[in-house]
Nanobody, 122 residues
């Protein structure tokens, strides 16, 4: 089984930056799609950014131009660079990865991280 462990969250002032990391461990042959989601209190979990294995990247309108998703396949790590943060970005951020675990099977499994808190406040 694959485990995703997130880090990098914390308290930041408006206009500041954070970089979230999601380190994957376990049986991993390759990452397919990777994504970051977030959930603010009282709101539904929403897609923030996604990067597909085909190279397509898309972002929620609220974060376009400010957030960047990237991956390091060699180290099985996904990143979310967040710039120009504002209080509306306050949420728990979750990493998601669709993983192929074996070279002999094309089965894909979706995994989630435990979440990391991002608080934007002065």
């Amino acid at each position: 089984q694959v485990q995703l462990v997130e880090s990098g969250g914390g308290l930041v002032q408006p206009g500041g930056s954070l970089r979230l990391s999601c380190a994957a461990s376990g049986s991993i042959f390759s990452f397919n799609d990777v994504a970051w989601y977030r959930q603010a209190p009282g709101k539904q979990r929403e897609l923030v950014a996604k990067n597909t294995s085909g190279g397509t990247t898309n972002y929620a309108d609220a974060v376009k131009g400010r957030f960047t998703i990237s991956r390091d396949n060699d180290n099985n790590t996904v990143y979310l660079q967040m710039n120009s943060l504002n209080p509306e970005d306050t949420a728990v951020y979750y990493c998601n990865a669709v993983v192929r675990s074996s070279s002999t099977s094309v089965r894909l499994t979706s995994y989630w991280g435990q979440g990391t808190q991002v608080t934007v406040s002065s």
